[in-house]
């Protein structure tokens, strides 16, 4: 009898709760599927995706009060004004954008300009070189 009325709350806070995030999480797929059909036509889709994802490494504007006065503070600058604020915020995101197509030619280079090694391999390279360098 306990394991029935167990199974039945089980089975109501699913409903209650499962199942609304499991339609969200659907709804967000279908969102994201339509989008990915949209961008296989959209020029500037690369652009939008730069932006959105140097968007997501750039944290929010936060608000202070100080007694009674409002600041707000990006990237341990304060600024008096909200729109100063998000100017400097959005300056960084297309900072952060401008500098993945700057690198991106020498990511998409092949063997004979990059050098064989990866990533992991140059940059363990380059930091074991250093460590052997003594410092007077």
Same mark, same amino acid.
């Given at each position: 009898m306990l394991w029935a009325c167990l199974f039945v709350l089980a089975?109501?806070?699913f409903y209650k709760f499962g199942?609304?995030?499991?339609k969200r999480m659907d709804e967000a797929n279908v969102r994201r599927a339509a989008q990915d059909?949209?961008?296989?036509?959209?020029?500037q889709a690369h652009i939008r995706h730069a932006?959105?994802?140097a968007d997501e490494q750039v944290e929010d504007v936060q608000e202070i009060r100080r007694g009674?006065?409002?600041q707000y503070l990006f990237e341990a600058a304060l600024y008096p004004s909200r729109d100063e604020a998000e100017e400097a915020r959005a300056e960084r995101v297309g900072t952060i954008a401008r500098r993945f197509y700057q690198e991106l030619p020498a990511?998409?280079?092949?063997s004979k300009t990059r050098g064989r090694m990866s990533a /992991?391999? /140059?940059s363990s390279h380059k930091w074991g070189s /250093?460590?052997?360098?003594t410092y007077n």
């Open positions: 089975g109501m806070a199942l609304p995030a499991l059909e949209n961008d296989i036509v959209d020029s932006m959105e994802m009674g006065a409002v990511a998409l280079a092949g /992991r391999e /140059r /250093r460590k052997n360098q």
